[in-house]
């Protein structure tokens, strides 16, 4: 029913590198699938922040199987 393609770590790590300021106020992964593309930016944050991230994360995904 539902089309899911994840996205492979090192993919998500060079579309990361892409972006040339770090200084991200608000995020939106509008088919976030299981989370693969934010998973190498939450483990770069959780370095260097410890209780919350410095910009607000809207995902979205319609799969009940992937949604948590």
Not at 40 to 50: M, N, T
Request: some cysteine; overall charge positive; aromatic content about 10%.
């Amino acid at each position: 029913m539902f089309q899911f393609y994840p996205t492979p770590r090192a993919l998500a790590e060079k579309a990361l590198a892409k972006f040339k300021s770090h200084n991200y106020r608000r995020i939106l992964e509008p088919q976030a699938g299981r989370g693969d593309l934010l998973t190498p930016l939450l483990d770069k944050w959780s370095h260097h922040y410890s209780s919350h991230h410095p910009a607000k994360i809207d995902c979205i995904e319609i799969d009940l199987e992937n949604q948590a």
